[in-house]
């Protein structure tokens, strides 16, 4: 069926270093990648996203990059700063609706 | 103008209320969803309307009962609801079903 995992669950990095959040998805046919983000009394936000015909994508501090073949695709956050501080969910298309991943709570230790 | 706004931002209500959320968003998206969020969990689909008619409805109860009067706003209808139905409930619109733009969502709680 269709299944995205995400890891880790929590992530606690100091100010200034980098965060890596990892997703695997399970539809072979999936060809569109979202990340979002949520803080506190927020709605989820669109962050970054990749297609499947681009291995690496980068905006700023940013990057998100895709293995198609291992069906894995993963979130990096360089330099963090306290705002990063948030709940990171990734997504993948399913038959017709978005699977999100179970959620990965980052803290960036002041 | 890139919002999707959601109101009331909290809700109370008791088990035998008949409440509505609502939703509106002027991106010009033509697909519009509800989605429900416990704590600590992902958001879950409960409807999509697609050109202001309902396209998928994810087995959800009768208590809830959606309605999109025009391309730009999505109700959300409770009556009856049960305790278990508090969460955060997100209002999501998206042009060609891809990119959701999220609401900051209604916080129901029912007592």
């Known amino acids: 069926g269709e299944n995205v995992e995400q890891h880790p669950s929590t992530l606690s990095v100091q100010e200034g270093d980098s965060a890596v959040i990892k997703c695997t998805y399970s539809d072979s046919a999936s060809n569109y990648f979202p990340w979002y983000k949520q803080e506190l009394g927020k709605g989820p936000q669109l962050i970054i996203d990749?297609?499947?015909?681009?291995g690496e994508k980068k905006d700023q501090r940013i990057a998100v990059t895709l293995n198609k073949t291992a069906k894995h695709f993963s979130l990096h956050i360089t330099e963090t700063q306290p705002e990063d501080s948030a709940v990171y969910f990734c997504a993948a298309p399913g038959t017709y609706k978005y699977i999100f991943g179970t959620g990965t709570r980052l803290k960036v230790l002041a | 103008d890139t919002e999707v706004t959601q109101t009331p931002k909290h809700l109370v209500m008791g088990m035998t209320n008949k409440k509505s959320l609502k939703c509106e968003q002027h991106m010009g998206h033509r697909a519009m969803y509800w989605y429900k969020q416990k704590a600590k969990k992902p958001p879950e689909l409960m409807f999509v309307?697609?050109?202001?008619?309902?396209?998928i409805n994810e087995s959800v109860p009768s208590r809830f009962s959606p309605e999109c009067p025009n391309s730009s706003l999505l109700n959300l209808h409770l009556h009856a609801l049960q305790p278990e139905d508090s969460a955060l409930y997100l209002c999501a619109s998206s042009q060609e079903g891809e990119k959701l733009f999220f609401g900051s969502g209604t916080q129901l709680s029912v007592l």
């Open positions: 309307y697609s050109y202001e008619k309902l396209s």
């Open positions: 990749i297609r499947s015909n681009v």
